[in-house]
């Protein structure tokens, strides 16, 4: 039996309502490892799939044989192995850094989606290891191959409602900032258009290419002035 084939629990309330409520039962299932390893941008979305029929109950290799009978438990259909195709069951493995080998690109941080690195532009990174989730989502943007994944401690255990916390708090910061972003943009745009701001505008460039001219030759911008004084020099 699959999902696709089978129709999944009803209520009687509105059809988005019942899927949403059966994808954060589904979710709730679901490691939360973030890795992506189903075939979608997460666990909430490829809970969302289950939930409408679209995927499988067999394509999250960290949820492995545990995670795929509790979801047919959920969904009163039979367990059946993990496909293949999306990996293999593992024991939690943490991402570590050589950090004398990072050149600081900052690629590992906007691919973690658990904000799970700190470091900064041109400067070493490193991972917290108590909130990786060993999706090993930053493996492949660093361009030195400097990131590997090592077995956990025994003691660190998977923590999927502090993983999905994290991740969500990760998805409101880049709201945020795109917010910002979006916000800076139209404030531009804005004093941009008030009347002779077009001629500031002008006068900060020129101001602009004065200074850069200046810092190119290394001149003061002063040398070319002649005082009244210095005419009289000459003349004598
Ligand atoms: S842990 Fe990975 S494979 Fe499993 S649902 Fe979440 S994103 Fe998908
Ligand atoms: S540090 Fe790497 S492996 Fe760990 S959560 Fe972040 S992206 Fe995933
Ligand atoms: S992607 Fe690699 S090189 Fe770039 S900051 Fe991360 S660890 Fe350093």
Not at 77 to 102: F, R
Not at 137 to 165: G, N, T
Not at 205 to 221: F, I
């Amino acid at each position: 039996m699959t999902l696709s084939d089978e129709p999944h629990p009803v209520s009687n309330s509105s059809p988005s309502a019942t899927v949403d409520g059966l994808a954060k039962r589904i979710d709730a299932l679901l490691p939360q490892t973030q890795c992506r390893q189903c075939g979608y941008a997460g666990c909430r979305p490829y809970a969302e799939a289950i939930a409408c029929g679209e995927a499988d109950i067999n394509q999250c290799p960290p949820g492995g044989t545990a995670g795929i009978a509790a979801l047919a438990t959920l969904l009163g259909c039979e367990p059946k192995p993990l496909n293949p195709q999306h990996g293999v069951e593992q024991p939690l493995h943490l991402a570590v850094i050589d950090e004398p080998k990072c050149i600081g690109c900052t690629l590992c941080i906007q691919a973690c989606p658990v904000d799970a690195i700190i470091g900064a532009a041109k400067l070493m990174h490193t991972v917290i290891a108590a909130e990786c989730t060993g999706c090993r989502l930053c493996i492949p943007p660093c361009p030195v191959d400097c990131i590997v994944m090592v077995p956990a401690p025994p003691e660190q255990l998977a923590q999927p409602d502090h993983w999905r916390r994290r991740h969500e708090a990760r998805h409101l910061r880049l709201n945020r900032e795109q917010q910002q972003k979006t916000e800076r943009a139209e404030r531009q745009k804005a004093a941009l258009q008030r009347p002779g701001a077009e001629e500031i505008a002008r006068a900060i460039e020129r101001a602009r290419a004065r200074k850069q001219a200046m810092a190119t030759t290394g001149s003061s911008g002063t040398s070319s002035i002649k005082t009244p004084h210095s005419e009289d020099s000459s003349d004598a």
